[in-house]
């Protein structure tokens, strides 16, 4: 499976401002995604992104206010927008295992807090 | 369109005891399943799956889970719990095909008594 890494590792910001989590995969892969988790909840599917084109985003969720980023096979970013304390979650990234079943392997996540 | 339900939030078990999380899909096309571990602060790991190769799956850590049609469920089960099994456990479900991202249940809170 591959190994996953996100920075940062958790963050504290004031309301209002922006923040960019990054996502590295120790291998080329061809589909990442990206999840939120807010506190005491499942995970929820902010949009998926494939290198070259434009992420797909799932319903609530849009580009202005979560931007990402794909530009090689490893690398992924999401932009949090002009925060408000809802924004409060764990973000995780994840990619495609490689088979055709969609099984996912996750990073560590991005423990966020707003004020 | 699909979804998973996970029944009870928490499930409690003494160190020893079986362990049984209960999860039911509904999935318009031939569902892939998935369970999926958290510790705490920590990201998910894969415990097994499901790919239609076989209805029984072993999985990490001693655990498996049964596919059910019929029902349409795929319950994890360990036959003795230890206190490092202690976790969220999710379910998820997939359509296959690469592209899309899992659906999740709500997730199930093992708590293991000594």
Redesign the interface.
Known sequence: ?AV?SQKPSRDICQRGTSLTIQCQVDSQV??M?W?RQQPG?????IA?A?QGSEATY?SGFVIDKFPISRPNLTFSTLTVSNMSPEDSSIY?C?V?GG???????????T?LTVL | AQSVTQLGSHVSVSEGALVLLRCNYSSSVPPYLFWYVQYPNQGLQLLLKYTSAATLVKGINGFEAEFKKSETSFHLTKPSAHMSDAAEYFCAVSSGGGADGLTFGKGTHLIIQP
């Open positions: 499976s996953i061809t589909m995604f999840y909840q499942s995970l929820t599917l998926t494939n799932e995780l994840s495609d088979s055709y079943y969609n099984e996912q392997f996750f990073g560590p996540g423990r």
